[in-house]
């Protein structure tokens, strides 16, 4: 994916086009070595800034980032209830696939979904170099 210099702005953060391409190429190796099926970068806000996948997902992948910042947003209000200043991951485990949720930082999420012939283990190894390679774009 090629964007002009100009970059793309957002209310709270600027990302430039040779970011988004060195992101899409973290979440392609990524995806390649977790072997998960979909990965995507969203804001808080549930926009996807990122996305790669293993040429079989068929999600609606716009209204998952939709949903999915809205269940990080209400798990982070149950983490302050009880005492937490964050749940920084969280998972939910289908019969077919699941779903891992990651805090990259303040503005973004790491949303990965993949098989059950992935184990958990090796998807949050993976997901640890990710962002570090992910948060190191803005470092």
Do not use: P
């Not at 992935?118 to 470092?139: F, Q, S």
């Amino acid at each position: 994916m090629d964007y002009d210099d100009d970059g793309i702005s957002f209310s709270e953060y600027t990302i430039e086009g040779e970011q988004i391409d060195m992101l899409d190429n973290i979440l392609d190796e990524y995806v390649a070595e977790s072997c998960a099926n979909s990965a995507m970068l969203i804001d808080m806000a549930g926009n996807i800034i990122a996305q790669q996948d293993n040429g079989a997902c068929e999600h609606d992948l716009y209204s998952l980032a939709a949903l999915a910042s809205a269940n990080f947003a209400a798990v982070d209000t149950m983490a302050k209830l009880v005492g937490e200043s964050e749940f920084s991951l969280l998972f939910h485990k289908g019969e077919s696939e699941s779903i891992h949720f990651s805090k990259v930082n303040s503005e973004f999420l790491l949303i990965t979904i993949f098989g059950k012939d992935v184990t958990l283990g090796l998807l949050r190894l993976k997901v640890a170099d990710a962002l570090t390679k992910i948060n190191a774009i803005w470092e």
